[in-house]
Each structure stands twice: as structure tokens, then as C-alpha cells.
């Protein structure tokens, strides 16, 4: 871990704010659905709705179809890039940063080695390229395709390869707004109608990674793009960059015109989806999560949307739509305040007016005596006792 002791501190209440609003989350930005995500370096995307709920948080008149329509035109594309999962990207983005997180991609598949014994990665590349370019596959469809050319080999592994060894792009409509689609893949290149960009050196990524995450350390921006040995491209930033230190002596790095509000700066109540960049792309995350809460928005591979309040952390939602009636539950952590309650039923209302379209809320309080419907995460031993405490749905339909 890297300390310094002469650079200014930053307490865990700064780096909140700095974080929010490089966030777009301490007030909601005009950006276009495509600009917003170009300045986010991508929104985590695993299941489909979660980019247009976490655009919804961050942008002052957004509508869905905003989003839904730059994919159908190909201007943002949902392609495993960071970490090893979805994420919506640019056009742009996915021809360059795709390359960048590449090599991860090839060590991934150190873990499937067994199922690929006597394959060879770069026929299957070839072979699979040829597949998804004559038209769009599903995984199935991939798997069955390679067997026939690698009878022993794990089925699974061998779609995995070829996720890992290409650029795969999931083609419409999967991903569109009100619309289903299966997963179908094909390459970015062929979908996007150009290359792809050499790998490219991570300095300009980590100039646009501080900007959408700053101030940061490098082994926060390795967690972030599933990458090791960053220290260099820091390094040779240096002369560019402003240093900071958290307050375990952690140095940070930042741009130097980047905003960094007041530790008091009120932040607004928000509803963020499962798999937020914000809560994913810090090794220490701290700055949103605090110790007493940490782990508490899983259970098991079940991740769930959160709920920030003063910043923070606060608790988990669920929104369930049935016979055109809309139903969001926010389940609170711990105990609001009465400000903190209207705020984020102010914003519960708002969230489902862009999702749902305007209509006349109804308030259900709920009842600390009625367990939750929902497989909520369940409490921990020191977990308060408001913990699966419904305290308002907000219903629309």
C-alpha cells in the first residue's frame, strides 16, 4: 500500500462528495444519454435495466428511449469489458478500451485451461469470428458450432474462450427499452462497421477513470479496470496530476481543475441499480460504503439496487411491475430521519415517473411487523432491527 505523509488529507466525507459529483449524482447533469455515458467510462450493464436506472439518477430529463435509441443506432453497445462483465459503452469506447482490458480477458482463461486441452485458441478465434459475423449467435448456438470441431473439449470453456479471444458485441434488440430480446452476439467490429483500435497505453484511460472516479489511488483504478500494474502510466502522470492522501496515508491521485465540494455539501437521496459503478470501483469503498454496511446489498450472487442517503449507503429497493401496475419498496438500513424519509420518497416518486411515465403516486407505509415479501439480504447478528422494516412503497397504475 502506498503512503504519503506530506500530501493534503482528504477525510472519507471528501472523497464522498468528490466522488458524488463526478458521479453526476450530487446534481443531475443535462448530458445527452450518449455523453453522459462516454463520461462514466461505461455503466455496468449484467442484466438490462440497470444502465437505464443508473442514467435515470444522474441525468435531469432523461427518458429511456434516449439510451434505447443511441443502441439501436449503434452509438452505444453492451460488451464484456471491465472485470470481466457487461457494460454499456460508447461505440467509441468499445473499439478502445475493449483492447485495453484485453490481456485480463486472455488471463481469464487460465481458469477453463482444463476444459481446452488440445485446443487451439487462435483456430477457435478465427472459427468463431467467421460464426458470428455470418450472422449473430447466441452462446448455445457457439458452443454447439465449436463442439463440432472440438468434440472433447467442455462446452462451456469453449464459448468462454471465445468471449475472452473476441470482441463480442450483444446485438438488438436485447438491451432496448420496453423491448426482449435473447443474447446474440457478434463482433464489435463488424457491428460498428470499423476496427478495432490497437491496445492502447492506459494513460488516457486513467486521466478519464480519475474524472469519472477521482481522486483515486492505483490500486483503486486496478480494481476498477480488472487490471494490474498501473503504477507506470501513474507515474509518468505525475507531473500532471495533484496528489492527495486518504485518511489511512493512502496516496490519491486527481486532476487538478476536477471538483472537489465541501465535506458538507448536501447530497440528495438516490436509487441506484445493482452493480453501480460507484459502489464497484474502489479498492477501498469506504467513501460510499461504510464498515457497518458492507456486503449488505448481497446474498450469494444476488445483487441488489441501493439506496444512498447523505451520500452514503443506506439501504436497498426493488421495483416490480405486474398488470400494468408498478410497485417500488425501499427497505432502509437503519432509521431515517423524517427529512430523509420525504426525500427519498421525493425520489422513489421521481425514479418512477421516468421509468413508468407520469401518474399519481400512492403511499404505503408498510409495517415493521409484516416481514418483507422480497428476498431482501438477509440480517446479520449486529444488524439493526429496522433492517427488513418496509417503511413506504411508492405504487403507480
Known amino acids: 500500500m502506498t503512503k504519503t505523509s506530506t500530501a493534503p488529507v482528504l477525510s472519507v466525507r471528501e472523497l464522498n462528495r468528490a466522488t458524488l459529483a463526478r458521479q453526476l449524482l450530487l446534481s443531475r447533469a443535462t448530458l445527452s444519454a450518449k455523453d453522459a455515458v462516454d463520461h462514466l467510462v461505461g455503466l455496468q450493464a449484467q442484466n438490462v ?153 492506459p494513460d488516457a484511460t486513467v486521466l478519464r477513470y480519475l474524472a469519472a472516479f477521482g481522486p483515486a489511488s492505483v490500486k483503486d483504478m486496478q480494481t476498477w479496470a480488472g487490471l494490474t500494474r498501473l503504477r507506470e502510466a501513474f507515474e509518468r502522470l505525475r507531473p500532471q496530476l495533484v496528489t492527495f492522501a486518504d485518511e489511512h496515508g493512502v496516496e490519491l491521485f486527481d486532476l487538478p481543475d476536477a471538483p472537489r465540494p465541501d465535506a458538507d455539501t448536501p447530497a ?16 477501498d469503498r469506504s467513501r460510499v460504503v461504510s464498515a457497518g454496511y458492507k456486503g449488505r446489498t448481497w446474498r450469494g450472487n444476488q445483487a441488489y439496487p441501493t439506496l444512498l442517503v447523505d451520500g452514503f449507503l443506506a439501504g436497498v429497493w426493488r421495483l416490480e411491475e405486474a398488470g400494468g401496475r408498478a410497485v417500488l419498496t425501499v427497505e432502509p438500513f437503519g432509521t431515517l430521519t423524517d427529512r430523509q424519509r420525504v426525500e427519498v420518497m421525493e425520489e422513489a416518486e421521481r425514479m418512477l415517473s421516468v421509468l413508468t411515465g407520469p401518474a399519481e403516486p400512492q403511499l404505503e407505509p408498510g409495517s415493521s411487523s409484516s416481514p418483507s415479501p422480497s428476498p431482501s439480504p438477509s440480517p446479520s447478528p449486529s444488524a439493526p432491527a429496522s433492517y427488513d422494516i418496509r417503511f413506504g412503497t411508492v405504487v403507480r397504475g
Open 268 to 283: 440528495p437521496a438516490r436509487l441506484l441499480p445493482e452493480f453501480d459503478n460507484l459502489l464497484l470501483s474502489h479498492a
Open 49 to 201: 435495466k440497470p444502465p437505464y436506472h443508473a442514467l435515470a439518477a444522474r441525468l435531469e430529463g432523461f427518458a429511456p428511449q434516449e439510451l434505447s435509441a443511441a443502441m439501436e443506432a449503434r452509438e452505444v453497445v453492451r460488451i464484456v469489458t471491465m472485470r470481466s462483465t457487461i457494460h454499456t459503452h460508447t461505440a467509441d469506447d468499445c473499439l478502445t478500451l475493449r483492447p485495453l482490458v484485453q490481456a485480463a480477458r486472455e488471463r481469464e482463461l487460465y481458469g477453463f485451461r482444463a476444459g481446452l486441452a488440445g485446443v487451439d485458441l487462435d483456430r477457435l478465434a478465427a472459427i468463431s469470428r467467421e460464426l458470428v459475423e455470418a450472422e449473430p449467435r447466441t452462446m448455445k448456438q457457439l458452443r454447439e458450432a465449436l463442439l463440432v470441431e472440438w468434440p472433447d473439449a467442455d462446452p462451456a470453456a469453449l464459448a468462454i474462450a471465445a468471449r475472452c479471444r473476441l470482441p463480442l458485441v450483444q446485438v438488438t434488440p436485447r438491451g432496448l427499452w420496453g423491448r426482449s430480446g435473447q443474447v446474440a452476439l457478434t463482433t464489435a467490429e463488424h457491428w460498428l462497421g470499423r476496427p478495432s483500435a490497437p491496445a492502447p497505453a
